[in-house]
């Protein structure tokens, strides 16, 4: 069974730990996500698409991410799902975490910090192997098509990667 850390409204560890399936966090409690985002030399981005069986957006497109697991940190933590879902290893890879926020909603105990890195990692096709159980399929593509997927609603965190991308300067080639 996985477990992760939860955090307090600082983004602070509290020492306690809940299995991640399950798990209903209360006001002040959080836990800890991230996102890759992987781009090769020719500034084109890796982006997956979600397994028919997921519960939430089954088949809609997204960059590798996930949970951190307890005991990890946030850069340990998205080198293991990148690792996972993609087969590529980012933990030499240059760029970093360069955007976070905070989601609360009390209602359905889902409050969490994403941590957004931005990766820059000269890769081919050849090098992705996909996780079966969390994608069903990858493209590598320019800025502007992830822009297209996001207008016809089948791209998740859109608005969040535009929000990263603007934090650290940066402006992807559309």
């Not at 859109?158 to 402006?171: C, H, K, N, P």
Request: hydrophobic content about 35%; overall charge negative.
């Amino acid at each position: 069974m996985e477990f992760f850390d939860v955090y307090n409204d600082k983004k602070e560890k509290t020492g306690e730990k809940l299995p991640r399936k399950g798990s209903f966090l209360k006001e002040g409690q959080y836990q800890l996500i991230v996102l890759a985002l992987l781009e090769r030399p020719d500034h084109k981005f890796l982006i997956t698409r979600r397994a028919m069986n997921k519960k939430w957006a089954a088949g809609d497109w997204e960059v590798s991410g996930g949970g951190v697991q307890s005991g990890e940190t946030s850069f340990e933590g998205v080198c293991r799902e990148v690792r996972e879902e993609t087969g590529l290893d980012v933990s030499h890879a240059e760029g970093g975490c360069v955007y976070t926020y905070s989601n609360i909603d009390i209602k359905r105990g889902d409050n969490y910090f994403v941590d957004i890195y931005h990766f820059h990692l000269d890769f081919d096709e050849k090098d992705v192997c996909l996780q079966k159980s969390e994608a069903i399929g990858f493209q590598i593509v320019p800025f502007a098509e992830i822009r297209k997927l996001a207008e016809a609603g089948k791209f998740l965190h859109y608005t969040r990667i535009l929000e990263a991308f603007d934090s650290e300067g940066y402006v992807p080639e559309l």
